[in-house]
């Protein structure tokens, strides 16, 4: 056995042999997933500023969401809420849900089958039922579910999705509404202990109408952006350790947000439903969803992730795959 050196040898020798780096090998790779989930939610949004090339036909609808499954986004958001077709219809209250949205799913399933997932809104219809109806029809694999919405819709909305199989999306646009899905979803056992589940963040959009005690997450630089993003993805993680996340490009954040969600290993949606800008310092308006989604693509291989299939998107959130 070695005798150990004296304090002041061991010192001189440290000195001597003094490299200021260990060997770089003892840094363990991140642990960041490689396949990321690219969702484009292809709606030429009310509210927003417009081009005229933005989507509010159903045939708009088709050709945007062709482009981008073409070019590999796993799957696409079809939601008509408060848009006007070139005929005068609001696609939101003149034709039912599964009217409208099969406009857009027929000629989509025709041509691409399987090879996206589709996310379909069950807000809009004069009642329960008609709101429920693209999942109980079977046309959606996915629904947003706010967790914010008013508790007599949002828990029978959600129950029903899960036996209809499918995924609830739990639309949350600020931390207040993490605590409202604790105490409506995961308390209550509608959505049962170890079940895999499916989370969207929505925030950095004004808002008019209060849906939980902080509103809307208002984030108008880069630090609130970061810091409310980092705070609700830590309180959703502390509910639920396993849980699928995405983050909307929402608002002028749209390509920071972008950025950072993809940094921080979670799923993305990317659409001119919630963005239109192309850099939060400017008033430039982007030119499709196509360019959004290539934008998000190439962030994404730069940051060592590429884009996850329908059926990989799928697997994430807990449905069956379908190849």
């Excluded at 003892?26 to 009310?46: C, M, S």
């Excluded at 849900?97 to 004069?126: I, K």
């Excluded at 994404?300 to 994430?316: F, K």
């Amino acid at each position: 056995m070695n005798t150990p050196p004296s304090l002041w040898e061991a010192a001189r020798t440290e000195m001597e042999e003094y490299a200021f780096v260990a060997d770089a090998t003892l840094q363990p790779r991140w642990d960041i997933p490689e396949k990321i989930a690219i969702n484009v939610a292809v709606a030429g949004r009310a509210g927003l500023p417009a081009s005229p090339d933005y989507p509010v036909d159903a045939e708009e609808y088709v050709d945007a969401a062709s482009q981008v499954i073409e070019a590999g986004a796993c799957g696409v958001h079809i939601d008509f809420t408060w848009v006007t077709d070139s005929k005068g219809r609001r696609l939101d209250k003149d034709l039912p849900p599964t009217e409208a949205y099969g406009l857009v799913l027929e000629p989509l399933r025709a041509r691409f089958g399987n090879d996206f997932v589709a996310n379909l809104n069950v807000l809009n219809g004069s009642t329960f039922d008609e709101c429920l109806s693209p999942a109980t029809a079977g046309l959606a694999e996915v629904a947003p579910c706010a967790a914010g919405h008013p508790e007599a819709f949002v828990t029978p909305a959600v129950r029903k999705l899960l036996e209809c199989g499918v995924s609830p999306e739990i639309v949350v646009h600020s931390s207040g509404e993490v605590e409202f899905a604790k105490r409506r979803l995961f308390d209550t056992g509608i959505i049962a202990p170890g079940a895999q589940t499916n989370w969207i963040i929505l925030y950095g959009l004004p808002v008019d109408v209060g849906r939980t005690l902080v509103s809307g997450a208002w984030a108008d630089d880069t630090r609130s952006m970061a810091a409310h993003l980092f705070l609700m993805v830590d309180q959703i993680r502390r509910l639920d350790p396993g849980a699928a996340i995405t983050v909307c490009n929402a608002g002028r954040a749209g390509l920071y947000i972008t950025t950072l969600a993809t940094m921080l290993g979670l799923n993305i949606r990317v659409g001119l439903e919630d963005s239109c800008w192309r850099h939060p310092n400017g008033d430039e308006l982007l030119a499709s969803n196509l360019e959004l989604f290539t934008r998000a693509r190439t962030i994404a291989a730069e940051l060592g992730r590429s884009p996850a299939t329908a059926d990989e998107y799928r697997a994430q959130i807990g449905l069956p795959t379908r190849s």
